[in-house]
């Protein structure tokens, strides 16, 4: 007999722990959703630390996250609900869509399309993380310098900011956004890169070579260093200190994005995180320029013309290391090694958080 309730619980356990269709199920209708694309099991601690620090607010009583994703990509999301399990994080939640999706498909009416109207319908806002390359076909280009190794991904979420935004690319289709134009779509990184390529524009394929001319790490390095986006060091010399990404400042356009919605000085040239090699070439239509990088040359964010709460970033705004000492790192083979943390100045750390009270402001005020 106890052999038999133990092979029970075993079964409900793995059911619970491996169903991941939360929309397809009885879920919740008094909860309000935060999407969350790309839900690996380092996303969710992101998004966790995030919460328990008080950086992102969102009412435990009324938001929960769900994370959504295509059978078709490379990660392993059982890894993300055993996270979840393991962690007691009941306010986490798995959805993935698995109907068929090819690179023909993205910019049209598809097979995901369903999926991605009743994710939307039922709820308030959506975040898009950073990732590996874009495959160029998808934005009109030949590879010359992509690296790309999950095509699934790439296929699902510029297909999902399709349908949410429109797109230059397909003008007969109505963005879902109409439907609720003050719903939330946000990204860093990558994020940013796919709503551009999804409505419309096109990347710089390598930063270094395309923007600065220059084709070798040894001559990367030579590049002011606040216009670095990543570290090219470690490919250089051998030095476990060195950090991958670089701290640089980003400068705010005219657009009062900066300032009037994320309530801080126009002044203010905060130090942000990059980890990147791309960047927008050609800006999607609807869109305008809200950061640019130390010399203008690379865009740092943007925001949507029409509807209010579009809006994405370059850099990362969510890594942990940000907000409390790590590991100490450094850049360059003479800089003492420091924390990330400390690499902020005060007014630095306070961008970083007004950023995410303007997310915070958005998702509760959507979820009223």
Aim: glycine share 6%.
């Amino acid at each position: 007999m106890k052999r038999f309730f133990l092979i029970i619980t075993v079964f409900f356990i793995s059911v619970s722990l491996f169903s991941q269709d939360f929309f397809r199920g009885g879920f919740s209708k008094e909860k309000k959703y935060v999407i969350l694309v790309n839900p690996t099991a380092g996303n969710i601690g992101v998004v966790t630390f995030l919460l328990d620090k008080g950086i992102l607010n969102a009412d435990a009583e009324i938001i929960d996250f769900v994370g959504v994703y295509h059978s078709s990509q490379e990660y392993d999301f059982s890894k993300s609900a055993e996270y979840i399990a393991a962690n007691g994080l009941t306010r986490f939640h798995l959805h993935e869509v698995n109907a068929p999706l090819t690179e023909e498909m993205v910019y049209k009416q598809n097979p995901c399309s369903d999926d991605f109207r009743k994710i939307f319908s039922n709820s308030v806002g959506i975040i898009f993380f950073g990732g590996q390359d874009i495959p160029p076909a998808v934005y009109g280009q030949e590879n010359w310098y992509s690296e790309t190794t999950d095509p699934g991904r790439h296929y699902f979420e510029v297909s999902f900011l399709f349908h949410l935004l429109g797109s230059a690319r397909n003008t007969a289709q109505r963005p879902l956004l109409e439907e609720n134009p003050d719903y939330m779509v946000t990204g860093f990184c990558l994020g940013l890169q796919s709503m551009n390529v999804a409505a419309g524009g096109t990347l710089w394929q390598d930063i270094p070579a395309q923007v600065y001319n220059s084709t070798k790490p040894e001559t990367h390095v030579l590049i002011d260093r606040k216009n670095l986006h990543r570290n090219y060091w470690q490919n250089i010399r051998d030095d476990k200190d060195f950090m991958g990404i670089n701290m640089h400042p980003v400068r705010f356009t005219e657009n009062m994005f900066f300032g009037k919605r994320v309530k801080v000085s126009r002044k203010m040239q905060p130090m942000v995180y990059s980890s990147h090699h791309q960047a927008i070439k050609d800006l999607a239509p609807g869109f305008s320029v809200t950061a640019v990088s130390d010399d203008g040359k690379i865009v740092e964010g943007i925001s949507h013309n029409r509807y209010p709460n579009v809006f994405s970033v370059q850099f990362h705004p969510e890594v942990s290391a940000l907000y409390e000492d790590r590991a100490m790192v450094k850049f360059a083979p003479d800089d003492n090694p420091a924390t990330l943390h400390s690499m902020l100045d005060k007014n630095s750390l306070k961008f970083h958080r007004k950023y995410w009270g303007h997310i915070s402001g958005v998702i509760m005020e959507n979820a009223e």
